[in-house]
């Protein structure tokens, strides 16, 4: 669940106990935590039936909301679009420590928009742009970015973005889709059955996107400007490689609160005495 639990510091739910024990019937774990939100989110009690309906014939509780929590945002979410996951905010994280001037923002594979409106957010003034083939993410992520003034493009990968930002970008944030096609099918039927298969499988091995990013960044990328790309630690060795071999000076950054893991590639810049970049090379 990427939508955070209410504010209030009281463990005892305020929500009709018939709500709660529908979800979690339905299998909700934090059954306590979406009751309020669905509490907090109907106007009526017609409402909160229809929306506690939702939620237990198996609709993501974001999707249910309409938005989901990403970094302290609220980041509108349509039905079919992915919702942002919690681990991606390491993705956010990575970027702002490896780029903390960058004024060209690029969200690849962007879904919501969630990652480059959370990186606008921080940043401040950047020229911000997110691309998705799909065109229900493309909607969705102009409404979440239209206040940092993104605009957002329609098409596959790198093919989207207009020719003026070639060598210009800063940062580049993937959020591209890692699950080997062979395991789609043992997804959450949350995801499995709400979300674009687009956004989820990744090829064979889950990393055809990621080797299409790699190939394709360092035409975008300015000197010293950096990609970056979600992965699964079973992958990211081998992301490393891919990455190495475009060209890219490449590290992993993990993180085990999250069991998150980002390669992160950076394009000519030599790796500074002692810094956390170390160049790896390709199988």
């Known amino acids: 669940m990427s939508v955070p639990s ?15 024990a529908a979800l979690r019937a339905a299998g909700c774990v934090f059954a306590e935590e979406e009751a309020e939100l ?32 990403f970094r302290g945002l609220r980041v509108a979410v349509e039905p079919g679009v992915f919702v942002p996951r919690r681990r991606t905010e390491f ?3 990575q970027a702002l420590a490896q ?14 928009g969630a990652v480059g409106a959370a990186l606008a957010d921080t940043l401040g003034r950047v020229e911000l742009h997110a691309a998705d083939i799909d065109p229900a993410a493309v909607r969705c992520a102009r409404r979440n970015v239209a206040g940092y003034g993104g605009q957002v493009h329609e098409g596959d990968l790198f093919d989207a973005l207009p020719d003026g930002l070639r060598g210009r970008v800063g940062l ?14 043992r997804l959450p039927a949350e995801a499995r059955d709400h979300e674009p298969l687009t956004a989820l499988d990744g090829g064979a091995d ?3 996107v990621l080797r299409r990013v790699a190939a394709g960044a360092a035409r975008w990328l300015a000197p010293g400007g950096c990609v970056l790309v979600e992965t699964s630690g079973r992958q990211a060795p081998v992301a490393v490689g891919i990455f190495a ?3 890219l000076l ?19 810049a030599p790796a500074p005495e002692g810094g956390p970049l170390t160049p790896s090379r390709g199988r």
Not at 6 to 20: D, G, N
Not at 39 to 55: G, H, K, M, Y
Not at 256 to 262: K, Q, R
């Open 6 to 20: 209410p504010s209030s510091s009281s463990s005892r739910s305020h929500a009709p106990a018939s709500v709660v």
């Open 38 to 69: 669905l509490l907090a989110a109907a106007r009526t009690p017609d409402e909160l039936t229809s929306l506690v309906d939702r939620r237990t014939r198996g609709l993501p509780l974001e999707h249910v909301l309409g938005w989901a929590g």
């Open 91 to 93: 993705l956010v994280e």
């Open 99 to 112: 780029a903390p001037d960058a004024s060209v923002v690029v969200d690849l594979c962007c879904g919501s």
């Open 172 to 185: 580049l944030a993937a959020n591209v889709p890692y699950v080997p096609t062979a395991e789609v099918r």
């Open 206 to 208: 889950g990393l055809d």
């Open 245 to 247: 071999a475009a060209g």
């Open 250 to 268: 490449a590290r992993v950054a993990v993180s085990e609160e999250w069991s998150a893991h980002v390669v992160v590639g950076t394009w000519g």
